[in-house]
């Protein structure tokens, strides 16, 4: 399955799972109300912080797979492998659901601040909420080696489905079985159990076939061993990534009440639509960067890796800019909620733009990971964690969702201009000032110039109809895509192409 193909299933299937998570969200607002809608934005902070213990087993499983498709007969070392994790990730997910139950009383108690809710259902739900991240963090195994395998269209559209059940089967039963929260989180376990049986059934029947016969359950330390480095290193960066993008979170959940941690929930759901939208590219291109150099084609890896990056800056710090400059009329549109408008514009608009930065700043990992060597990806994750994990905690504790917000993205703006010319440096040398001077900032620049005369013009009021609203700032959104994307040389080269051919047409008619 080519790049582009791949690309494109993964866009699909991103914004189709964002959107149908804007539209829904505010619904779930509605019925389920602040509080208990708060409890499912515990449940995602929940969920993100118990990805520590997947140690860089699932990248390191993607990755194995795409090299092994690289390789001849790659995937006979590479079932072992996967035998092996499975037996890794049955214990940690069995550790997961007894060390949550065990402490479900204390997180009810001692954590959630909540005014309305029984602790009795807060306990049941947080137990709940445990047995759940173990089914989706145990399929994500599998999930990670069906992408590895670039089965991607195929699991764009399991996606898909399986996101309708989790949204609009939820929403079904708030609307006309139960609002009970309780309910709410019995139905997502079961669509997880079901995600869990979909992903291992497929991964298995697209394993290539191989000469040995590997029992079902088994373990090889040799093949283990021989991919730690790796998984270690990924496991390492993932704890220090969750650090930097969570730390706030969780320290907000214990400032705020459970209601307005529901508020700060929906901003970071709209945050996080930046970073969504990265997610496909990044999907599309790490198997094939990995591939490539696996092959030594590494000026083609580098053509992919330009190109990507390119259409990366287009969309994602397009869309980065729109959320941030129209923020109050946009969680308006979304909510018709004034309240939360107001109460999130100064917010959404930090954590939007520095998301933008972040998924630009990105693409050095993706270089990391291809070559296979993640030591500057450690060392450079330790001294942003180092530096940001207590700026994050002094600005969240003192200046609340605000302060917590202008450190992101600060931060994200000075580690991006220091840290990938030094990853560049090291990997390719020669290729960094081209890159960023040719390739991506005359992108930014006209992004920045043409969103600024954007909202000079086009200034939007939280008192016009919400549909109205909403159309408006997905025009603006569009005209600054297309004025942008004339900055971008493989989008310009195709418009003058088209351009030459069609005069040439013309000029053979007359």
């Known amino acids: 399955m080519s790049v582009k193909t791949n690309t494109i299933a993964n866009y699909i299937g991103q914004i189709y799972m964002m959107l149908i998570g804007i539209v ?15 409890l499912v934005g515990f449940f995602a902070l929940m969920q993100a912080w118990m990805n520590l ?10 990755r194995q797979a795409a090299y092994a498709r690289g390789q001849i007969d790659g995937f006979e070392t590479f079932k072992y492998l996967v035998k092996s994790f499975e037996v890794i990730f049955l214990v940690l ?14 997180i009810a108690l001692s954590w959630i601040k909540s005014e309305t809710i029984k602790v009795e259902t807060l306990v049941y739900c947080v137990v709940l909420m445990g047995v759940m991240i173990g089914f989706r963090w145990f399929a994500g195994l599998y999930r990670s080696g069906i992408n590895g395998l670039e089965y991607q269209v195929w699991l764009n559209t399991a996606n898909i489905i399986l996101t309708s059940l989790k949204f609009l089967g939820a929403l079904f039963l708030l609307i006309f079985i139960s609002q009970d929260v309780r309910h709410f989180f019995e139905y997502q376990l079961c669509i997880g159990l079901i995600e869990l049986i979909i992903f291992f059934l497929y991964f298995y029947k697209k394993l290539p076939l191989t000469k040995s016969r590997i029992p079902f359950f088994s373990f090889n330390f040799n093949v283990v061993r021989s991919v730690a480095p790796f998984a270690l290193g990924v496991a390492y960066t993932a704890s220090i990534w969750i650090l930097i993008t969570q730390t706030d979170k969780l320290i907000l959940s214990t ?16 945050a996080s639509g930046v970073t969504m ?11 094939r960067l990995t591939m490539l150099l696996a092959q030594d084609r590494k000026d083609e890896m580098l053509k992919v890796y330009t190109v990507s990056s390119q259409v990366t800056v287009l969309f994602i710090f397009s869309l980065a800019l729109i959320i941030g400059l129209y923020a109050e009329p946009l969680i308006y549109a979304w909510t018709g ?20 930065v ?46 917590a917000g202008m450190v992101w993205f600060g931060f994200r703006c000075i580690w991006f201009f220091v840290w990938t010319p030094i990853v560049h440096r090291y990997f390719v040398p020669g290729f960094h000032l081209k890159w960023l001077c040719k390739d991506i900032i005359p992108i930014i620049i006209t992004n920045v110039i043409t969103s600024y005369v954007l909202f000079t013009f086009f200034e939007f009021s939280i008192d016009e109809n919400r549909l ?10 569009l005209v600054l895509i297309a004025i942008t994307s004339l900055s971008v040389p493989v989008v310009r080269n195709l418009f003058i192409k088209k351009y030459l051919l069609i005069t040439s047409l013309m000029k053979g008619s007359g």
Request: hydrophobic share 55%; with cysteine.
């Open 277 to 287: 939208l990265a997610g496909p590219i990044a999907q599309a291109i790490m198997p």
């Open 337 to 356: 909620d004034i309240k939360a408008a107001k109460w999130g514009s100064d917010i959404l608009i930090w954590f939007a733009l520095g998301n933008g």
């Open 255 to 270: 400032v705020l009440t459970l209601s307005e941690f529901g508020f700060f929930s929906l901003i970071a759901l709209l």
């Open 468 to 477: 109205i609203l909403l159309i408006k700032m997905i025009v603006i959104g």
């Open 358 to 403: 972040l998924s630009i700043g990105a693409f050095q990992y993706y270089l990391q990971s291809a070559f296979g060597q993640l030591k500057l990806h450690v060392i450079g994750s330790t001294i942003s964690a180092i530096i940001q994990v207590p700026l994050i905690y002094y600005a969240a504790t003192n200046h609340g969702a605000v302060g």
């Open 24 to 38: 829904v969200t505010p619904l779930y607002l509605q019925y389920l109300g602040a509080e208990a809608y708060g």
């Open 93 to 106: 997910a069995l550790i997961i659901i007894c060390a949550i139950y065990f402490l479900s009383d204390w």
């Open 53 to 62: 213990l997947d140690m860089g087993l699932s990248p390191t499983l993607g």
